[in-house]
C-alpha cells in the first residue's frame, strides 16, 4: 500500500494536478480582493479556497504517509508543512491577519516545479557571496551619506539634512528613480556637485550591484554542474551495471559451450559414437 501511495504522489500526472490546483487557489484568492466580484461569486471562491486546501493537506498526510522519518529530512517538505499550517490557522480575533497570508499557498510552486526548485537552490547557495555584498553596499553608502550629509545638508536640508534622510535619498538614486532632478537640484548650488553623484552612481550602480548578479549567475551554474555530475552518476551506475549483467552473461554462455563441448566429446567416445552413430547423437542432440 505504501508503494502504491509512493507512485501515486509522485506520478507526473498528479504533480501536474497539484500545480494547477496552486494556480487555480492563487487566482480565487486574488478575484477575492476585487469588491465585485465577492458580492456575485464570494460562496463559490470559498469553496474553491476550502477545496484547495483540503487537497494540500491529504498531499502532506500522504507524503507523511510514504517517507516516514524521512519526511522532516527534506526541507522543501518543513516549507509545504509551514505553509498548510497558516493556511490551517483560526482567523479570527488576533490571528485574523493571517487570513491575508493565505496567498502563500502560491509559493508552493517552488516545492512543485523541478526548474524553480532550482533557481531557488542556487540563490540559497549564493547567500554567504551575497551576505559580503550587502556589507560591501552597505558601507559604501554609509560613507556616501556622511559626505552627502556634510557636504548638501544645508543646501537641500530635505535631501541631506539628517544622516537618514541622506541614507534615503542615496538609495534612491542607486536605484535610478529621480537622481537627475536630485543631482541639478544640488548642482544649483554647488556645481562640481556631478563629480559625487557620477562616482557613486558608477561604484554602486555598475560595480556592486553587478557583484549580485555575477554571484547568482556562479550559483546557478555550480547547481547546474551540481545537478549534471549527478545525472553522470546515475547514468554510470546504469551502465556499470549493464556491463555486470553482459558480463555475467557472456561468462554463462562461455560455461554452456565447455559443457556442449564435453557431452559431445562423451557421445563421440562411446563405443559406435562415431560414424552410423550419427544420427542417434543428432537425435540426442535435439533432444537435450
Partial sequence: MR???????????FQRFIVGVILLNAATLGLETVPAVVESYGHLLTVVDH?????????????IYVERSRFPRDPWNIFDTVIVAIA???????????????ILRALRLLSVVPSLRR??????????????IVLL???????????????????????????????????????????GNIAREVMNTHPTAWIFFTIFILVCTF?????????VVSAMEEE??????????????SLQMILAELTALRKEVTELREERKELDYEVAARPGGGGGGGGGRSARRGRR
Fill in 3 to 13: 508503494e502504491r501511495t509512493r507512485a501515486f504522489v509522485e506520478h507526473q500526472r
Fill in 51 to 63: 477545496a484547495a486546501l483540503y487537497i494540500f493537506v491529504a498531499e502532506l498526510l500522504a507524503k
Fill in 88 to 102: 490551517l490557522a483560526p482567523f479570527t480575533s488576533g490571528l485574523s491577519v493571517l487570513r491575508s497570508l493565505r
Fill in 119 to 132: 533557481v531557488v537552490s542556487a540563490l540559497l547557495r549564493a547567500m554567504p557571496g551575497m551576505s559580503s
Fill in 137 to 179: 553596499l552597505s558601507l559604501v553608502l554609509y560613507v556616501a551619506a556622511v559626505m552627502a550629509t556634510k557636504l548638501y545638508g544645508d543646501t537641500a536640508p530635505h535631501r541631506f539634512g539628517s544622516l537618514p534622510t541622506s541614507l534615503f535619498t542615496l538609495y534612491q538614486t542607486m536605484t535610478g528613480d529621480d537622481w
Fill in 207 to 215: 560595480v556592486v550591484l553587478n557583484l549580485f548578479m555575477a554571484v
Fill in 224 to 237: 547546474s554542474a551540481a545537478e549534471r555530475a549527478e545525472q553522470d552518476d546515475g547514468n554510470a551506475a
